[in-house]
């Protein structure tokens, strides 16, 4: 029986894995798709999330896959002008002792799944479904739709935003639509080859829509997460194909550089979906559960800092196991310790969105501007914050 049962093999349900693992820990983990894999989508690493994988021991992998762009900025999507510049190149790592990069979400999460399996080749658990649990006097038992009952003796939920953990948990909390759609795609670089991308890495914000572009995979591919406000509903999910007509005609009237990025996506690289919310739950752990990553506290992307806050949970998951000893106490300790921040991020996430697609993009200046640097995230260490409470 393993000693920690993680539903979900995301990045939160990784990184739990591998954080408990390093302190001596066994964990299973149980994902519902046949096999775990990521979507082709690039992910922003920034200096928390990147002390957050230090300390799991994933520096060196990590370096490997990481872009680091030189420069970050805002830019009118209408007009392609400049108006916010950041230097980023060694910068943050001077200022934070990591950098900031962006790397393909695949990448991540193959550098946590060969990690966990070094440490325990039996731990991964592909094609089980969670549908439900119970709990018995020192153990509980994830039921999957596979028809397999497992028991342990503590469980984790980081089964994503549409988590079945925390709605058998905390019933009643449903999704609601933002009034947001967006798509992701992935272009090859060769097919943009004529394009200048200053700077390379970049919002372009505007009245109802905007688009984050950045490089990955040594600057093969652009990533790029194109957001519109719409009043039509569309799914909650990360692999629904969009053609590239619809994405055309939201973004008729902006600068070339954006149709051109559109119009170079292939075929089967564009996708979209709808951006759901939730307000933040009244707890996260009731029994021998606990929630972690988007399962307890989803949150819009405008910030780039979610698999960001899943990292820092399982960080600070494990330190508090270490430093509790009793799971069940640690898991109070470990939620009272991440409550607040990620309360402030999912809020902060809100309020950004509202700033970019704000009617006067004139009007926006480096005083306005707030991105997770200069409302102070990026200065959070998951590795050495405070775990011991006075
Ligand atoms: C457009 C966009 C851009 C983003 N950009 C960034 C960024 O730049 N930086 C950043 O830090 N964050 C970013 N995020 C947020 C980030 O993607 C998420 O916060 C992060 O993936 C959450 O990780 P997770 O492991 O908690 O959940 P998920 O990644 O959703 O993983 C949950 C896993 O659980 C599995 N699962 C679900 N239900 C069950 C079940 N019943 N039984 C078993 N398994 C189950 C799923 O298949 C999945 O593998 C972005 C999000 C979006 C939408």
Request: net charge neutral; charged share 20%.
């Amino acid at each position: 029986m393993a000693e920690f049962l993680i539903i979900g093999g995301g990045i939160g349900g990784l990184a739990a894995a591998l954080a408990l693992q390093r302190i001596g820990r066994q964990v299973a983990v149980f994902e519902r798709s046949p096999v775990f894999g990521e979507v082709g989508a690039g992910l922003t690493v920034g200096p928390n999330m990147l002390h957050g994988l230090a300390w799991l021991g994933l520096a060196e992998p990590m370096a490997r896959h990481m872009m680091i762009p030189e420069h970050g900025g805002v830019m009118d999507i209408a007009t392609g002008e400049l108006l916010v510049s950041n230097r980023r190149g060694p910068v943050p790592a001077q200022r934070y002792g990591q950098p900031y990069a962006q790397v393909h979400r695949a990448d991540l999460q193959r550098v946590l799944l060969d990690a966990v399996r070094r440490n325990d080749s039996s731990a991964l658990h592909a094609g089980h479904a969670l549908t439900g649990l119970s709990e018995a006097s020192g153990s509980v038992t994830a039921h999957f739709a596979n028809g397999r009952a497992v028991q342990g003796g503590f469980l984790i939920g980081a089964d994503g935003s549409r988590s079945v953990v925390r709605d058998v948990l905390f019933p009643g909390h449903p999704p609601v639509f933002t009034g947001y759609v967006a798509w992701r795609g992935l272009v090859p670089m060769a097919r943009l080859g004529h394009v200048r991308f200053f700077p390379d890495s970049a919002i372009l914000i505007g009245p109802g829509r905007s688009l984050a572009r950045y490089r990955v995979r040594q600057g093969e591919l652009l990533n790029y997460a194109a957001f519109a406000e719409s009043s039509e509903w569309a799914e909650e999910g990360w692999s629904i194909r969009s053609g590239l007509a619809d994405l055309l005609d939201r973004y008729a009237g902006c600068a070339p550089v954006v149709r051109e990025i559109i119009e170079q996506t292939p075929a089967d690289q564009c996708f979209k979906w709808g951006l759901f919310d939730r307000d933040p739950l009244p707890a996260w752990t009731a029994g021998r559960a606990t929630l972690l990553g988007d399962a307890a506290h989803p949150m819009l992307p405008f910030l780039g800092q979610g698999a960001a806050m899943a990292v820092e949970d399982a960080v600070v998951l494990a330190r508090a196991v270490a430093a509790v000893g009793d799971p069940l106490a640690a898991f109070q300790r470990y939620e009272m310790l991440r409550r607040e921040r990620t309360a402030f991020v999912t809020q902060a996430s809100r309020a950004a969105v509202r700033e970019f697609h704000s009617p006067d993009t004139r009007g926006y200046d480096p005083g306005r501007h707030r991105d997770a640097e200069s409302l102070g995230i990026f200065a959070f260490n998951p590795a050495t914050a405070p775990i011991h409470v006075a």
